[in-house]
């Protein structure tokens, strides 16, 4: 490894805070067990209480315990994982180190029983998580090698057995002669460091739980259909699917997947198409051992039959369910089963072939997978809607994958429209559901939960996410060209509970057939938008068949209001485009500042009235906005505590990963406290030129870049790598950060970017670096102004890369960059808006140390005077004061140094 040059000069004006040099370089620690997950590398919980070995046939577990102890190996249970030829030995003695564990496992393997073993990790909740001989990964779509390509060149001694893995372009499935779990994982590792490669991880075997909590069995009513205050219930508290039923009972067009421990395939009160088995036991979808109870009573809750006779009734009755057996229940039964990764991507596949429109998972998993959140993601965009149990550990935060932003997370709600005890909440949940005294479908005869009954009364979250499911299928079933964006926004038509509109407790309210069914979102939003369909609401409830009344008493510049009612869809010519509203009567059309198909500026105020003499009945009333500037989406308070929800025309809707495989997260239009006041008596002590805090509203939003633009970003753009830090000596080289980066040249870079991109840009946007307004902006995140970083008021060497920590008075053995993402984001989805390289700004200083901020609020700041450059965020060769989200550096345009990297932002053009 070569030294690191001594000479560094000191950027201005840190000259004037005197910068201290690194110390000798500290490897990390040997030993340590990590995956890469999301972007960044994520540790693993080593259990030093078990190993997990795989046999060549099947085999007791007490032969198995003999042929390990002639080996050294000493354990005290040898229990199956559920898997076949699996099994989990319990240790007599714990790991005392990772030098330990590969000692123990090289033992295991000299078993002749034994053909494989890995290390085990704690999950969450109490699962367990292991290593399987088979690797996963998808390329970068910008990648010019194929995925096959790549394994052979990074991992030579795998073989492909998966060349199209789940349907995923560019995913592959790969198996491993490795016999170690320890040099598996490290081949994963080296593929997903790789910057041509997406994400790389082992096909994971992980434990987890069915979201069900049985309770004594026996009939009852479904008083979440229809609430006559059974079980001590609310009259009228359901999901009024009796109403719904008169519009739609569903439509056997409509498929289902049910992805869980199997439903039984010739249960006369399910309406299902024939499933299958994806983990290797061959049940056809069904259920294979006797614990495998739980997917039959979830398939009953969205397509239990209508009017045969036989005991209840699905959400969704005429719609057709597809198991996909993706667990296998553990023996005896205790709710928990094993798993692998591969099966849940496989199963989200299949639902895709067999032209399911929605997906339901009603199972808390003990582990996160990148394999599963892209095919989640994958399916998605492919129009496919899913739902998952929020989960039943009475916790604030819910289970995955639920917690997935694509995977629509239920909670679970009692006969009073309360959450039950047992549901879980929190950010992330999307819809409440009756959850508590379910009476569903079991598996018949002497199986199930109810013996020797055939239906069940049950309570989970379990429950409450396929009846939403089911509501989605009605939605479908009425309008089968909705987009799966558009049928989530049809079951925002919500009962409301708890605080007004959305909340953590019952995300959008409590799930409501007939009102999903009344309110399908017809309008498409203007150009840019992104589908974004405003509503009106009273008290949270999205207005079906009252009579209305209101003002609109706030108006944003440029906009029009849209007033509709009817039963049918209609075109209005708007803005050079069609706006497409339901239903065809217009009682108001009114533009804001200017008529209706003409921009306008300024505000205005409308009376809008719906007249007595007009019949609601079955109808939908919407008031639809589009906004010809960008702003940020924003509730108006109407009369009548109504209010209307607004959002921009071209505004951010998404994350981008641009041709080169950047990827850019959205940052909305916001205003905050920039600058940093700290006194002289705190060790983060501010200097002039960061005073006053003062407020800055950043006007127009934007994408700004998630990672600092790596050395194999520049070279694709620039065809050449500045960096000092490349090469054999500085491994993962390609995914750090550029450095040696002059100012001048990371605009060169933008222009390049921006002639690369040029098909692709937002109109009026372009790709730049950021002012420093909007760089102290996107690194607080929302976070107070008083709080130095945006992890809070201190920096520990864990959490950034950077030399020296004043909150621990402790060297953290910096000599060098790291890969982009090694560390964990902020709160708006950034990495290492602290430390690692100092960030070129757009702005120009004039350096004097005289350049104080202004004390009156100011709108989109920007410096063009001045003889220096700004520079943001601090470096690996400093001191954690210098990495303060506030403060202040700069150097000429022309010079470089290996501390000097820049990240980009797509953003309004500025001169």
């Excluded at 916790?395 to 039950?420: F, K, Q, R």
């Excluded at 924003?634 to 951010?652: E, H, K, T």
């Excluded at 993962?732 to 690369?756: D, G, H, T, Y």
Aim: with cysteine; proline share 7%.
């Amino acid at each position: 490894m070569p030294s690191v040059p001594r000479n560094r000069r000191r950027l201005w004006p840190l000259a004037l805070l005197s910068v201290i040099s690194t110390a000798l370089a500290q490897s990390p620690p040997t030993g340590d067990l990590y995956r890469h997950y999301a972007g960044r590398r994520d540790p693993l919980d080593l259990d030093p209480t078990r190993i997990v070995v795989e046999t060549r046939a099947d085999i007791t577990p007490d032969t198995l315990l003999l042929a390990l102890r002639d080996k050294g190996v000493f354990g005290t249970a040898a229990e199956p994982t559920g898997v076949p030829r699996w099994h989990l030995i319990a240790l007599r003695e714990r790991l005392a180190d990772i030098a330990n564990l590969r000692a123990m496992l090289d033992r295991a393997l000299q078993a002749a029983p034994v053909q494989f073993a890995a290390p085990v990790f704690h999950g969450m909740g109490g699962a367990f998580v292991t290593i399987t001989p088979d690797l996963m990964l998808q390329k970068q779509p910008t990648a010019t090698a194929r995925a096959i390509d790549l394994l052979a060149e990074l991992v030579p001694t795998a073989t492909v057995f998966d060349g199209d893995f789940g349907g995923m372009p560019g995913a592959i499935r790969a198996h491993s002669p490795a016999r170690n779990g320890l040099d598996v994982l490290a081949e994963a590792n080296r593929l997903a460091e790789d910057a041509r490669i997406a994400w790389a991880e082992p096909d994971w075997q992980f434990s987890g739980r069915a979201d069900v909590i049985p309770n004594d069995p026996g009939w009852g009513q479904l008083w979440g259909m229809r609430n006559t205050g059974q079980f001590g219930g609310t009259a009228g508290m359901d999901m009024d699917c009796d109403l719904a039923w008169d519009i739609t009972t569903g439509s056997a067009s409509v498929r289902v997947c049910v992805i869980d421990n199997g439903v039984q395939q010739d249960h006369p009160d399910i309406n299902q198409l024939a499933g299958a088995d994806f983990t290797g036991q061959g049940g056809s979808g069904g259920p294979v051992n006797a614990c495998d109870n739980h997917g039959t009573a979830v398939a009953g809750c969205i397509s239990a039959i209508l009017n045969n006779g036989l005991g209840t009734v699905g959400t969704a009755p005429n719609c057709r369910s597809i198991s996909a057996r993706t667990f296998i229940s553990t023996v005896p039964c205790n709710g928990s089963w094993t798993s692998q990764t591969s099966w849940t991507v496989s199963a989200l596949a299949f639902a895709q072939t067999q032209g399911c429109r929605v997906t339901n998972n009603s199972n808390g998993y003990g582990f996160t997978s990148a394999a599963i959140d892209a095919q989640y993601a994958t399916t998605y965009a492919a129009g496919i809607v899913h739902f998952a149990a929020a989960g039943n550990n009475s916790s604030a935060t819910i289970d995955y994958p639920s917690s997935l932003e694509v995977v629509n997370a239920v909670s679970a709600l009692a006969s009073n429209g309360d959450l039950t005890s047992f549901s879980n909440f929190g950010t992330g949940i999307d819809f409440s559901a009756p959850g508590q005294d379910v009476y569903s479908t079991d598996r018949t005869g002497a199986d199930g939960y109810d013996d020797p009954g055939d239906y069940a009364l049950i309570d989970g979250t379990s429950f409450a996410s396929p009846y939403t499911a089911g509501i989605a299928a009605l939605v479908l079933s009425q309008t089968p060209s909705m987009t799966a964006p558009y049928v989530e926004l049809a079951l925002r038509a919500a009962r409301d509970r708890g605080a007004t509109g959305y909340d953590t407790t019952f995300g959008w309210g409590f799930v409501n057939a007939n009102s999903a069914l009344r309110s399908i979102p017809y309008g498409v939003g203007l150009g840019g938008s992104g589908g974004f369909v405003p509503q009106l609401f009273a008290g949270g409830i999205l207005c079906i068949g009252n009579v209305i009344t209101t003002t609109v008493d706030r108006g944003l510049g440029g906009s029009v209001a849209v007033v509709c009612i009817g039963s049918t869809a209609a075109a209005i010519p708007l803005f050079g485009g069609t706006l497409l509203v339901s239903p065809p009567l217009v009682l108001a059309t009114v533009g804001l500042g200017g008529s209706l198909g003409t921009p306008g500026a300024g505000s205005g105020t409308i009376d809008v009235s719906i007249p007595n003499s007009v019949s609601l009945a079955n109808a939908s009333v919407y008031l639809q906005a589009g906004v010809l500037d960008p702003a940020t989406p924003q509730d108006i308070a109407l009369s009548n505590g109504l209010q209307i929800r607004i959002g921009p025309v071209y505004g951010v809707v998404g994350p981008i990963t641009n041709s080169i495989g950047m990827q850019l997260q959205p940052i909305a239009a916001g205003t905050f406290l920039m600058g940093s006041n700290a006194t002289t008596g705190s060790p983060y002590y501010s200097p002039n030129w960061e005073r006053p805090v003062h407020q800055v509203t950043i006007s127009q939003p934007f994408w700004m870049g998630k990672f600092e633009v790596t050395q194999a970003q520049y070279q694709a753009v620039m065809g050449v790598n500045p960096s000092y830090f490349q090469g054999a000596s500085w491994p993962n080289s390609a995914s750090r950060p550029v450095e040696q980066v002059s100012w001048n040249s990371a605009m060169a870079f933008c222009a390049a970017l921006n002639a690369i991109e040029a098909g692709s840009l937002p109109t009026g946007y372009h790709y730049r670096l950021p002012t420093e307004a909007e760089w102290e902006y996107c690194c607080r995140a929302g976070g107070p102004p008083s709080d130095e970083f945006h992890y809070g008021p201190t920096l520990d060497c864990g959490q950034a890369r950077f030399y020296y920590s004043y909150h621990t008075a402790s060297s953290c053995g910096s000599n060098s960059t790291v890969q982009v993402g090694n560390y964990l984001p902020n709160a708006w989805g950034l990495y290492d808006m602290h430390g690692n390289v100092w960030e070129w700004c757009r702005d120009s200083w004039d350096g004097s140390g005289s350049a104080n901020y202004p004390a009156a609020p100011v709108t989109d700041p920007y410096v063009t005077s001045g003889p220096y450059r700004v520079l943001r965020g601090g470096c690996w060769d400093n001191y954690s004061y210098y990495c303060r989200s506030a403060l202040r550096s700069g150097d000429y345009p022309a010079n470089l140094n290996h501390y000097i990297g820049f990240r980009v932002v797509l953003a309004p053009v500025l001169p």
